[in-house]
């Protein structure tokens, strides 16, 4: 496939995703008063906070269709894989692309992988102030991605997990808590 014919079809699922986030529901942005908020699938309330909603992000020079797309393709060092996850049609074929277990991992994968999450993170909640306000809405309580599939960035369902995904939203959402004042 051509460069350019990559270029297109990510044009179109970029427009794609961007067209289902202006038609699909939102959680209202009401304060949300109790002390834990559990979020993980995108089609219950808070699942904008999900890596698989459907915000296109804008990272390192390139739009990625959602931040699942970006993350799981820079487990590869090499260009075509990462445009092959980039091309995934869905977060969650981008997921299993990332999670092939034929294909070998970058080298320094476990080292870079918070720091790839942030990147992609960080541009989803600052590049769309309705998700902003959505954070924000949350007050103090303890975010947990609530799912037995991941312990690392979720919290294993038991609350054991390191739930990073929810702490690094609770880290944006201080931040941006510091900037409107």
């Not at 209202?28 to 909603?53: R, V, W």
């Not at 990625?64 to 820079?74: I, K």
């Not at 091309?87 to 080298?107: F, S, V």
Request: glycine share 4%; charged share 30%; hydrophobic share 35%.
């Amino acid at each position: 496939m051509t460069n350019y014919l990559k270029s297109v079809l990510l044009f179109v699922l970029i427009l794609f995703f961007q067209m289902a986030c202006i038609h699909r529901p939102r959680t209202l942005a009401e304060p949300y008063q109790e002390a834990i908020l559990d979020f993980y699938s995108t089609q219950k309330p808070y699942g904008e906070f999900s890596n698989f909603a459907p915000f296109p992000v804008f990272v390192d020079g390139e739009w990625w269709p959602t931040s699942e797309h970006y993350y799981q393709a820079h487990k590869y060092e090499s260009k075509d894989l990462i445009a092959w996850v980039q091309a995934a049609p869905t977060p969650m074929e981008a997921a299993l692309r990332g999670r092939d277990k034929n294909i070998p991992k970058r080298a320094d994968w476990e080292q870079r992988k918070d720091e790839i999450m942030e990147k992609a993170v960080w541009d989803k909640f600052l590049r769309y102030p309705e998700l902003q306000e959505l954070l924000l809405s949350t007050g103090e309580a303890r975010l947990y991605e609530h799912t037995k599939n991941d312990c690392y960035w979720g919290d294993c369902e038991d609350r054991t997990g390191k739930n990073k995904l929810g702490l690094l939203l609770e880290k944006i959402r201080a931040s941006l808590k510091s900037t409107k004042k």
